[in-house]
């Protein structure tokens, strides 16, 4: 018979639990590197500027970024979600909010850089080639409308409600109305005119007549 004084013994000879060896994590779910990602952001852009949406392709789209195919498709699963994707960021990212102390110099500093982005000549290739598709595809209608409208109406209205703070127009008018006034004349000119160059007046003539209907509503 063993004696109880055996037992502790007995036990000091059990080997310690091994503690159970980690799971590695699958070659899929590597940390997707930031500056790559940015790289392909940039070059869907520039693709999109040089051959259009209809003729872009994941594979042109890569050799522009300088990295594989796999690592465009491990991000984005089709040329679409990529567009959209980019598309709906543009909603995000919006216009930065004027505040110069006044209705017109708010709007005169919003025109500014709207125009300036419209000039560019990869915006100006690319908003109307989506626009073409949207006609086609109403994903892309819908992420057109979101980063168009949501990135202009959220400046428009805080233009609007630093005026009627002021006392500059009354509450209440309209936002919808506001906006196609605020945003209508250059989207215009700038996507549907397509025309020369602005004339040298045209932006601070443009932001008193915007002031003064804005004023009347």
């Known amino acids: 018979m063993t004696s109880n004084a055996d037992a502790p013994a007995a036990q000091s000879t059990r ?9 590695r994590a699958p070659a899929g779910a590597a ?4 500056d790559v990602t940015e790289a392909i952001r940039a070059a869907v852009f520039e693709e999109l500027a ?17 990295v594989g195919k796999t690592a465009v498709y ?26 110069t102390g006044s209705l017109e ?15 560019h000549p990869v915006a ?16 892309i209608a819908e992420a057109m409308q979101k980063a168009l409208r949501e990135g202009q109406q959220s400046v ?20 919808d109305l506001t906006l196609d006034l605020i945003s209508g004349p250059l989207y215009w000119r700038a996507l549907v005119v397509r025309g020369p160059k602005l004339p040298k007046e045209y932006l601070a003539s443009l932001s008193r007549a915007t002031a003064a209907a804005l004023r009347a509503l």
């Open 74 to 99: 491990r991000r984005w699963r089709s040329k679409l979600h990529l567009v959209l994707d980019l598309v709906s960021a543009v909603a995000v990212q919006g216009l930065p909010m004027p505040d």
């Open 124 to 139: 100006g290739q690319i908003i109307p080639d989506l626009q073409a598709e949207a006609a086609r595809n109403p994903e």
């Open 50 to 66: 040089a051959v259009g949406y209809g003729r872009m392709s994941i594979e042109g789209i890569a050799r522009r970024a300088g």
């Open 15 to 23: 080997q310690p639990a091994q503690p159970k060896p980690r799971r």
């Open 156 to 175: 428009a209205s805080g233009i609007v409600a630093a005026a009627v703070a002021r006392g500059e127009v009354r509450d209440g008018i309209d936002e």
């Open 105 to 119: 110099g708010d709007l005169r500093l919003l025109y500014e850089v709207t125009s300036r982005a419209l000039r």
């Open 31 to 34: 940390v997707l590197r930031e």
